[in-house]
C-alpha cells in the first residue's frame, strides 16, 4: 500500500492523468487525484471519450496498480484537446468541499443523502455494484435503496457499514440524470412485451417507427449488447435506429439488418427511464453533442448499408462495422463493390491504420455511425495527421 500511496502523492503534485486498477475485476478508472488520504482517494473520473463523468472514492487496499504513462492516456489527452477545441458538452461534477484528512468516505456519503443523488456503492471482498439511492445515515452506516433500472419492482433497501464500502462512485453523467428523474418513475403497470420471432419483430418496429416511440433492440451477433433508440428507417433488409446513451444523450445511428435483430422490446421500467431522461436533457438543452447531427433522414427505397459505406469513402468518415463472425472493426472503407469491400481498420490501440481488408458486403450486420466515441477518434488521427 505503500507504492499505491506514494504514487497517488505523485499523480497529485503533478497533476497527472493516470489510469487506477483494482484488486479484482477489470474495471479501471481513469482522471485526476482531487484529493487523498492515508486509506481513501478521490479521483475525478474521465469517460474513454474524454469527458469527465463525475468521481470515484476508492480504498486504497483496493487498488492494484497506478499507471500515468501509456498509449491509453495519450490518447484521453489527445482527445481531451478536442473536447476542449470543439466546445462539446461536458457533465462537470459540481465542486465538492471534503477535509481530505480522514473519513472521507463518511462525509461523501452524507452529502450524496442530503442531495438526493444517485451512487453505485461495492463492498469489501466483493465484485458486485449496488446502484440506488441513501435513504437513511447512521451512526456506523447507511440504509440504501437498490434500484434496478431495468425491473424497478425489484428494488429494496440494504444496509451498509462504512467500513464494509470500499468503493464509491458519485455525480457521474447517467447517475445525474438518473437521479433528476428516478422519483417520477414507478413500476410499469403496462407487460413489458419482446419479440423473437422475424415476422413479430418487424411488427413492433413498425409501431415504433409509426409512434416514434423507444424500442430496445437486441443484437444476434454480439449478445452482451442492445441499444435503445427510436427506429427512423425501416425496410424489408434493415433499419436504422436513432440510438440514446446511457444518460439519455443523442448516441448516433446504428443500421442494422432484420438478420442481425435478435429480439426487441417495448414497455419496460428502463424505457420508461430513458424517455425521462431525454426529455429531462432537451429541457436542459444537453440532449445532444452541438458536433453531431441528430436530425438525419434515410430513403426507404435506399441501399442505405451502400450508401453509408459510400459517404464513408469519400469523406474519410469512421464507422463501426459489426460482422457476422462476431469481429467489430472502427475505420473507413478505400473500395467498395457490390460484394465486397476493402477497408482500413484501426488498430486495438486505435493508434494507426490496417490498410485495406477484404470484408464481404453480406458479411457486415451492423454500421454505427455519427456517434460521439467515432467523431473524437476522428478529429484525434486528423489532428496528429493519421487520417
Known sequence: MEYVLEEIRKAYLNHLLVNIYLVSGDIFYTGYIDRYNEHEVLVK?????????????????????IEHKSEDLDRIEEKMVVVENDNLLQFSPKPVHFASKINLFQQILIQSYLDKQMMLIQENDSEKFYTGIIKKVNNDGIEFLVINKFKLSDNYSKNFAFSNIRLIEFQGRE???????????????SIA?????????IEMLTHSFDQQSFIEVNARYNHNYFYVGKVIMINEDSIILKVVDMAGQFGGYVLMRMLAIDSVTINTDYLKIMQLMVQNNIKQKIERQPVLNADRQ??????????????????????????KNGNVFLGYPSLITNEYIKFNLLDETRTFFIN????????????????????????????????
Open 356 to 387: 485495406d481488408k477484404e470484408i464481404p458486403v453480406n458479411d457486415i450486420a451492423e454500421i454505427g455511425f455519427d456517434y460521439i466515441q467515432a467523431y473524437l477518434d476522428e478529429r484525434r488521427l486528423k489532428l496528429n495527421g493519421d487520417l
Open 175 to 189: 447517475l445525474e440524470t438518473m437521479s433528476k428523474v428516478i422519483d417520477k418513475v414507478t413500476p410499469s403497470d
Open 193 to 201: 412485451h419482446t419479440a423473437k420471432s422475424i415476422n413479430h419483430i
Open 45 to 65: 473520473t474521465y469517460e474513454s471519450t474524454a469527458m469527465a463523468d463525475g468521481f470515484v472514492a476508492i480504498k486504497l487496499f483496493s487498488i492494484e496498480s
Open 298 to 323: 434515410f430513403d426507404i427505397t435506399e441501399n442505405n448499408l451502400l450508401l453509408l459505406l459510400n459517404q464513408s469513402l469519400s469523406m474519410k468518415h469512421l464507422i463501426r462495422l459489426q460482422l
